[in-house]
């Protein structure tokens, strides 16, 4: 289904996709973007809502996983922190920060736990990466606090979940195999 072109006349209220046709590709009906909070979304409508008496142009996402669904304005995308599935050289850069020696955190749990929260809110791969390589090896290591335990599940399932979508990664069992491979400094 293409993005259609036509142009309102005067009377006609703007669409979204005349209003900002930067985010074309990303918000392509059917495609998958990545919520720093709620994983992989699939962008289900375009539409138009009225907040604060002007029209704003929305996109529409529904998770299948988390039975989920939220209305984004296009203009605040990056601001909300979605963006597309991890590829190419962004999944090349992605696997060396996972290879990448230990990072020591504080030695106490409370700072390091704060330390990798805030990490996660970026909603950056990179960052979630960097969480995911560093709780592993700590836990495979000396144990983590529960509290490390669960955030190491959270992200690391995220983590996993979006590399399932990587084109020549076929399945949750091979994204985790290749992640705990990467994180061992395994070649791919």
Same mark, same amino acid.
């Given at each position: 289904?293409? /993005? #259609?072109?036509?142009? #309102?006349? #005067?009377?006609?209220?703007?669409?979204?996709?005349?209003?900002?046709?930067?985010?074309?590709? @990303?918000?392509? @009906?059917?495609?998958?973007?990545?919520? #720093?909070?709620?994983?992989?979304?699939?962008?289900?409508?375009?539409? *138009?809502?009225?907040?604060?008496?002007?029209?704003?142009?929305?996109?529409?996402?529904?998770?299948?996983?988390?039975?989920?669904?939220?209305?984004?304005? /296009?203009?605040?995308? +990056?601001?909300?922190?979605?963006?597309? /599935? =991890?590829?190419?050289?962004?999944?090349?850069?992605?696997?060396?920060?996972?290879? +990448?020696?230990?990072?020591?955190?504080?030695? *106490?749990?409370?700072?390091?736990?704060?330390?990798?929260?805030?990490?996660?809110?970026?909603?950056?791969?990179? @960052?979630?990466?960097?969480?995911?390589?560093?709780?592993?090896?700590? *836990?495979?290591?000396?144990? /983590?606090?529960?509290?490390?335990?669960?955030?190491?599940?959270? =992200?690391?399932?995220?983590?996993?979940?979006?590399?399932?979508?990587?084109?020549?990664?076929?399945?949750?069992?091979?994204? +985790?195999?290749?992640?705990?491979?990467?994180?061992?400094?395994?070649?791919?």
């Amino acid at each position: 289904m293409g /993005v #259609p072109t036509a142009t #309102p006349g #005067p009377e006609q209220t703007p669409v979204w996709w005349e209003i900002d046709r930067s985010h074309d590709i @990303l918000t392509a @009906l059917g495609s998958t973007l990545v919520h #720093p909070r709620h994983g992989a979304l699939t962008v289900t409508a375009h539409l *138009n809502r009225t907040v604060g008496g002007v029209e704003t142009p929305m996109i529409a996402l529904h998770s299948e996983l988390h039975q989920l669904s939220l209305q984004v304005p /296009v203009a605040q995308l +990056e601001e909300v922190g979605l963006r597309e /599935v =991890v590829a190419g050289e962004e999944l090349a850069k992605l696997r060396a920060v996972l290879a +990448e020696d230990f990072v020591e955190e504080p030695s *106490n749990w409370s700072r390091r736990f704060k330390s990798y929260e805030q990490k996660v809110a970026t909603g950056s791969i990179l @960052l979630f990466a960097e969480v995911v390589r560093d709780l592993s090896r700590r *836990n495979w290591e000396k144990g /983590v606090s529960p509290g490390e335990k669960r955030l190491l599940e959270k =992200v690391r399932k995220q983590l996993i979940d979006e590399l399932a979508l990587v084109p020549g990664i076929t399945g949750l069992e091979e994204a +985790e195999a290749y992640l705990d491979a990467a994180i061992r400094g395994e070649s791919a």
